[in-house]
Structures are given as C-alpha cells and as structure tokens.
C-alpha cells in the first residue's frame, strides 16, 4: 500500500492534478513525484486503453507540421510588389528607425523596432515613402521585412502544437490543432504582410507555451528547467506588451494562473512557509520584475535611436522636443522663470493641441460677438505670440530701466497678443462649435480693455507664490469673471476659422490636457538665458508622457472616410473581413478572411465545450464512477480546456467595452485560443466516444474515423481553391 501524502489527513485538501495525469504523490518541495494511474474500473473489469503513439511520432510530427507551416506563409511571399494595408504604416515607421527619425505610435515600440531591424539587416535602406496602400515597392527591398513576420508567424502553428500536446499529452489534439492554424486562409494572410500582428501573436503563444511547460515542472521546482521557462514566460509577456497594449490580456492570463498555482502551494501542508516564500519571490522576479526591466529597456532603446526631429514632435511636450535634433527647441537657450513683460508662445497639452493663437480676422455674423478670432495652431508663427502683462497696470514693461518681477501661481494677469495688441478675453456668448463653451476672442485697442481680460494663472500640483517654469510648468488659466478654464476642443473650424482648431472657455473644471497649457518661446531681454538642457525631463517623466500619449491615441482612434470597420460579434462568425489590397485598382487583390469552416467549427466547438464541461462537472459531483481513462479525459477537459477557454475569454470579451474603432484583425489572438481548444475538445469527444465502444478495434476505428473526418473537413476549403 502507497503512503498517504502527510498533512492530507488535516484538512490540506487534494491537489489538482496536472493536465492529462493522473494523481501525483506530493514531494518535499510540494511538487508531485510520480504519476499513479489506474486502469480498473471499481466492481469491473479493466477496459483496454487507446494505444499511446510511439515517442518517436512527436518529434516527426513536430517537424511536419513545422515544414507546413512555413510553406504555407512563404508561399508567394512577395506578392503583390506594392503596400498592402497597414503596411503603409508600420513599414513607414520601420524606415523611421533606420534614420533615426522620431515620429508618434498608439502602440509600444518593439514590434516596429524589429520591423524596423529586420530592414535594416536585410538591406533595406529606408527611403521607400510609403505613402498609401497601392504603392508599388519598385527596387525597394521589402523581403527582409515581410520575411521576418512570415518567420514569426509560421512559429505560431509549432507553438500551439506544443502547447496542446502538453496540456492534453495526445497527439492528435495537438495535430488538430495544427492543421487548423496551417489551413485557415486568415492566419496566412496576417502573417505575409508588414504588421504587428504576426509579432504580436508569436510572443503571446510564447508566453501560453512557456506558461504550460512552467506548470509540467511543477514537480521539479527550482530545477534549471523550471527556472528557464519561468524566465521565458516573464520575456515572452515583455515582448507581448511591447508590441500592443491588447499583450497585457495574456499577462492577465498568466498572472491568474500564477495566482491559483500559489493558492494550491499555500494549501499544501507539507510545504513549509519558508519554501512557499521562495515559490512567491521566485514568480516576482520572473513574472513581474523581469518583464518590467525588459518593457522599460525597449523604451530606453527606442528614445536614444530616435534622436532626430520628426513627425512625431508635436504629441509630446516642449520639454521632451527640446531633445530631439533639429527641432526649433533644440539647444536653444531662454530665461527660466516667467516675469511679466515676457514674449511667450503658449502650447495646449492635449495631443496635437497647437498653440494660442490669434489674428486680425474677426468671428463672422452669428457666431458669438464680432471680435477678433483666438484659435490654436498647429504650426510655429509670428501670431502665437502673446506678452504677459500685469491686470491692474500701465507700467511700461518694456522699460530697461523697470525691476523684473516674475509671475507666481495665482497671480491674476492679462494676455495682450503681440501683432494686434488685443487681450486675450472670454465672456458668456457661446463658442462657435462647442455647446455650453463660452466663446474665446481678442479685444480691446492696444493693450486697453475690460474686467473680461483678467485670468488667473495656476500651476498643477504647485502652491501660491511659486514661479513658473518654462517648458516644465503646466498651467491653466481661470478667467476671473466667470470662473472658465481655456482650453482647447480639438474640433476644427470651418474656413473661416482658417480650419484651425477651435479655443473655448469651459465652465466645466474637469481637469484634462485639453485645460492645460506650457509656456515654449520665452524672450524676456532683462532676465539671463539658460540652456534648454538644464530644463530636460528624465527619463522617468518621458515614460510616463508617452504612455499617457499613447492611451489618449489610442482612445481617439476614429474610422477614416469609407474604411471598413467591425463589430466584435461580427468577429467569431467570420462575418466580415478586411480589404488588404484592391482598393487602388491594382492588378493583385487581397481580401482578409477566415476560412469558413474552420471558424464556424471553432465557434460550434465553444458550445460543445461548454456543454461536455457542465456534464463532466455533473458526473464527478455525482460520485458518478469512471474508468481511470475517463477520469484522465475529464481532467483534461476542466484543466487543459479550462485555460484555453479563460484565454479566449480574456482576448475577446474587453473588446465589447471598448470605445475606439475595431477591425476584424483584432480577433485573431482569440482566434489561436479557440483553435487549441476545437483541438482538446474534439479529441476528448472522440476519445469519450470510443471508451463506451468495444471491442477496441471498433474503438479505434471509430476515433481514427472521427478525427480523418474532421482533418479533411479543414483542409477542404484550401483544395477547392486550388
């Protein structure tokens, strides 16, 4: 009689067993040490099991489907010869890389940085423009790039075979599930082309991969095996993040699964507390810290090869653009602290707010008072200067022989526009295209005017009576007589507005960039010029304003005119895809799609898994007796099926309660999750079939039969096309 595992009597409670075993006695360390099977149905007779495949069938099958995978994506690799989709942006940013051109992305650097390296070391010199989708590449090399997207997402069809056959220890799950990545005409298409997806999916099967094979170790805890594919599972979530943002929903995947290995550890009592901390402190270094020294080091890289002034200058601060070589700010030398009499420009944070702006032109009848216009403006001019002034004097501020004196938060004062020498003035008529704004103009002649020039000027997170900082001070004008903040809406003008974009006065205090401003251009002749250098943010403070640049990007995407968008229960149904190529009247067209009946077989199998789950579930909780061979497909079933489907959940599901443009490609990690599980559910399906069957040749050919069957029902749709 084997021992009984010590502390189980006390209430310790069983561990669940790893995915496709059977019970495991408990080692020292809290791991398992051997498997012990039965066979024996209770009161019966044994039933003979399915023979297991030779050991040498899975390296052969690894190598074939491999070989498929990598054919299928490199095949006619190079066509078409011109820009197809999204290429015309991430091949863009690749090209702005190699010259070390700054430029602004909704997304994290990585997967551009390796696009943009993957040019590089192929010969591609970055001077394609890569203007629109149609474009012909000419003598451009663009292999290097396409090549490397094609190799990474020919690695996701290996990646899931491995990641099946360890969760369920049958091969022809794990072929299944191969077979269904190799032909589905979707996955093909999305990994020939220069995008982030291909990248993005490589290092988030990496992670589930490395995340499962971590769990097979859990009997050798602490073993060079378990800590490398912990650490390869922290690298994998870096890159996943990296490459988008939708990576952290694999992080999430992980981290609950960490979460419910320590919640068995801690239940095991014959761990000691000591061993149980070193179990935590490990998976914090692995899957929190070293993630996090990799995500930040991508950053670090991207912002010391970017170095050149660019495209993208205008969404980040002034701060951050006095770094960049060739911008206006670039060693350029001003006053640090704001003293009245200064010549300023005034920038909006809002992502390209543009400058406080004014000109001679007047609002048109109808639109408010007929007073002079106070937009933003996108670009650098003579009118986004404006002198500050004091609100209760005539002090002649440019007098040499006048004592300085500079603005403090709080301090009331008045904005006279240097080319019209009209205030800055808001009063209760409403803003031209924003409802409930009050509307923004220039008055009064030379500098004279009324009580509704006075602002109040304030600086975020500073008490009364500090100075103001150029470039680093963020402030907000209160207008003194109605209590409104200036702003920027972000909405542009009709032409006679210059379509520039509108400045109101809300009365809402909501505090947004859109309320916030800094001062750029700082000429003041009476005060000393520093270096711009002494004044740049850290890099900490860059981190944190390009994430917070790139979540409002994100947030703000919209359609562009006649773009084909979707829905995400459009998505599973394979209901609508996407034009890649066509649009131009090109001699090549391509059209992302999935194939039909590997989508609507993943989606049926959804429902068959949540129903062989509940009945499984019933069964067990019944007492119901099972044969050990049915229990092992059980457990296969709740564990193995159970991760795959929380990691579909978890790629799908946060869609529906996104506010920004979707389109069908974003499914596709959902769409690897669903794959492995048709591969696990139907296996199991067939191997429940076959156990109530017998003898067991019928067995057999009834499993054999089933999986042939489903095997050409996939590859169907491919050789119709042929």
Known sequence: MRRARPGAARGGGPRMPAAGGGQAEVGPRGGPLRRRESRRVPGGPARP??????????????????????????????EPPHVCWDETHFGKMGSYYINRTFFFDVHPPLGKMLIGLAGYLSGYDGTFPFQKPGDRYERHNYMGMRGFCAFLGSCLVPFAYLTVLELSKSLPAALLTAFILIFDTGCIT???????????????????????????CADRPFSASWWFWLSLTGVNLAGATGVKFVGLFVVLLVGLNTIYDLWDLLGNLSLSLVMFGKHLLARVLCLILLPLALYTAMFAVHFTVLNKSGPGDGFFSSAFQSQLIGNNLHNVSVPEHLAYGSVVTMKNLRMAGGYLHSHWHLYPEGIGARQQQVTAYLHKDSNNLWIVKKHDSGTDLSDPSSPVEFVRHGDIIRLEHKETSRNLHSHQHEAPLTRKHFQVTGYGINGTGDSNDFWRIEVVGRKTGKLIKVLRSQVRLTHVATGCILGSSGKTLPKWGWEQVEVTCTPYLKETPNSLWNFEDHINPKLPNISLDVLKPSFAEILLESHMVMIRGNSGLKPKDNEVTSKPWHWPINYQGLRFSGVNETDYRVYLLGNPVIWWLNLVTIGLYLLITVSTAVALKRGVQLTSELKELSRVVLRGGGQITLGWLLHYLPFFMMGRVLYFHHYFPAMLFSSMLTGIT?????????????????ARKVYG??????????????????
């Open 705 to 722: 039969g089933g999986f042939l069957a489903l095997v050409l029902l996939i590859v169907y749709r491919i050789l119709l096309a042929m």
């Open 682 to 698: 139907w296996d199991t399906l067939l191997k429940f079939c076959a156990a109530f069957l017998s003898p067991s040749t019928t």
């Open 49 to 78: 099991a399915a023979a297991a495949p030779p050991a040498a069938a899975r390296p052969a099958a690894l190598a074939l489907v491999t070989l498929l995978s990598f054919a299928s994506r490199f095949h006619r690799l190079p």
């Open 190 to 216: 999305l990994s020939q082309y220069i995008l982030l997806d291909p990248i993005l999916m490589f290092f988030l099967m990496g992670a589930v991969l490395s995340m499962v094979k971590s769990n097979s």
